[in-house]
């Protein structure tokens, strides 16, 4: 009896395990179901309206682009809604990939959970899928806030052929690219291109490019190349001259002839043209190193950039109009005229440059690029030989490059250019004189790049 009692009560505590068992496992399967249910329903809904608001984002970045913008401020939001589009799309695309991962190795992922302590075990490794309901919401608010810089984006460019003060600057929004072209008496040849440039960050941008050529006076050639951020309420014309005015006292009086042209150039008479095509890619990448940031120096605010690090008036963007992103000046000088404006310049050194060809000269300015590391530095190159100027303003280097140039072509008559450099954290300049090749030595340079040709053709 006893032993029939052991057995019988052995039988049911295997039963009551057993019962246990498939309780504890039906619990654990259904339990784990609806945590696995809850979890994909809430990562599929958050999913759905992060992708509606990256999809919103894209939408009012894409339109924008097409959109000439020249409200500061709103190049100032749109740079925002960029970034802000930008960490939607990476975050995005992890979850996309969390996702997949998830539904493909779905049970490698329950051995990891089982084996995985309680409390962990029921988050069911889900961290990779988790998307927070406060992050979505910041993605949507952000969508809306595009959505409103669209309206006002629209709203101001429906607005914006009455805001236009000056015909000229209608036609290059309109993306016209304009020429005009006057020959004067068959030796007087002037010519003024302008090309506009759409970019996100800059809004919309102008190169121009102006020439003279006199076959009598050779000394009233002329290249100007300025680029400029342009605004609706823009004289692109009048803030040409004034680039070439700040100059400096020795270019400004070399730049007389191209002012006076410029300022008498009937520009309503220009036309579209299809010559100058721009490179957009080139361009874009060309504009943000000449000012990577667009909106600084912006509102006659002191420079954000550099204010700390430049002395004001050693700025170039003090110096210039804000709206210059890049200058090149280009003319051509008497040496014997130059030195003999100098009361010191020895009789010998006056005597020695009188049968020389007119020297070019070159001014470039980037009053917006950051340059230098840090410092403002300075120096010269004579031939490949690097000299350091440190100390020396970049108003200094504009009064002394001619004069320096001359000396060093006299004492190195083999010498055919000399240069100039200054940069610093916020603009940068560089001055360029270059003599004419003697036929000499046209001839051996001739044979140094033959010699050259063929000794990269022997490697």
């Excluded at 060309?286 to 008036?313: E, G, S, T």
């Amino acid at each position: 009896m006893d032993q029939s009692q052991s057995m019988g009560s052995m039988l049911a505590g295997i039963v009551a395990t057993a019962v246990v068992q498939e309780v504890v496992s039906r619990g654990f399967s259904y339990v784990l179901g609806k945590r696995k249910e809850r979890a994909s329903m809430g990562m599929g809904d958050a999913l759905e309206k992060l992708e509606l608001a990256h999809s919103q984002l894209e939408f009012v970045l894409e339109r924008s682009s097409k959109l000439p913008i020249t409200n500061v401020s709103l190049l100032r939001r749109r740079m925002m809604i960029k970034h802000v589009y930008h960490e939607c799309d990476v975050l995005l695309r992890s979850k996309r990939h969390a996702l997949n991962d998830h539904h493909s190795s779905s049970f490698p992922l329950i051995l990891g959970a089982v084996r995985s302590s309680a409390s962990s075990f029921f988050g069911f490794g889900m961290n990779k899928l988790e998307l927070s309901h406060s992050a979505v919401q910041r993605f949507e608010s952000f969508a809306d806030k595009a959505g409103e810089f669209m309206r006002d984006v629209e709203c101001g460019c429906t607005l914006v052929h009455y805001r236009f003060f000056n015909p000229l600057i209608t036609q290059l929004f309109q993306g016209h690219k304009l020429h005009y072209e006057m020959v004067q008496a068959s030796r007087i040849h002037v010519d003024l291109r302008i090309s506009p440039l759409r970019s996100e960050e800059h809004g919309v941008v102008a190169f121009l490019v102006f020439s003279g050529f006199d076959a009598k006076v050779p000394a009233n050639c002329f290249d100007v190349e300025l680029v400029l951020r342009l605004s609706e309420d823009m004289d692109i014309v009048g803030i040409a001259i004034q680039c070439l005015e700040s100059l400096g006292p020795r270019f400004k009086s070399l730049a007389q002839v191209a002012i006076r042209e410029l300022s008498q150039l009937p520009t309503q008479d220009m036309s579209d043209t299809c010559l100058s095509d721009i490179d957009n890619r080139t361009m874009t990448s060309c504009l943000y190193r000449a000012r990577p940031d667009p909106l600084c120096c912006k509102a006659n605010v002191l420079q954000r950039a550099c204010a700390d690090k430049v002395i004001p008036y050693e700025l170039l963007s003090y110096r210039f109009a804000e709206q210059l992103l890049f200058m090149r000046f280009e003319c051509e000088v008497s040496a014997f005229d130059q030195y003999n404006v100098q009361s010191s310049a020895d009789k010998a050194d006056r005597n020695a440059v009188n049968g020389w060809p007119l020297l070019k000269v070159q001014a470039i300015f980037l009053p917006h690029s950051p340059k230098g590391g840090g410092e403002i530095r300075g120096w010269q190159t004579i031939g490949e030989q690097r000299e350091d100027m440190n100390g020396t303003s970049v108003q200094q280097m504009g009064e002394m490059v001619l004069t320096n140039a001359i000396t060093c072509f006299i004492r190195q008559p083999e010498l055919t250019d000399y240069r100039l450099d200054w940069v610093s954290p916020h603009g940068a300049a560089r001055f360029v004189v270059e003599k004419p090749l003697t036929e000499v030595q046209s001839q051996d340079l001739l044979v140094k790049r033959i010699r050259l040709l063929f000794l990269s053709e022997d490697v």
